[in-house]
């Protein structure tokens, strides 16, 4: 019983981490890695797709990636080696809050 216990205990642990550390679990469809292999020769880019294909992942994982430094091994877009500032904006305060910190 005490071995099922622990058990679940460490299965809860990992979908935490899973849920709190999106970041490490994101890997890009071939789209979305050339829109961010993109951003190494482009100051702009336009990420166009279609509903649901991965388009606010896309930017918030990198956005995440310039705000933390934390760039993975696969990562072939522009690479900060100092702090960023970057700007959010939305039709509501509370979904430009919100939905970033979903990401």
């Known amino acids: 019983m005490a071995a099922k216990k622990e058990y679940l205990s460490l299965l809860r642990e990992l979908d935490r981490r899973r849920r709190t550390n999106q970041l490490a679990a994101y ?58 500032r970057l700007w959010a904006a939305g039709v509501t305060g509370e979904g430009t809050r919100d939905n970033p910190q979903r990401i």
């Open 27 to 84: 890997r890009p469809y071939l789209r979305q890695a050339e829109f961010h292999a993109a951003g190494a020769t482009n100051r702009e880019r336009l990420f166009m797709a279609g509903n649901q294909l991965g388009k606010t992942r896309a930017g918030g994982a990198e956005w995440a990636m310039h705000l933390t430094g934390r760039y993975p091994r696969w990562w072939q877009g522009k690479v900060f080696d100092a702090a960023v």
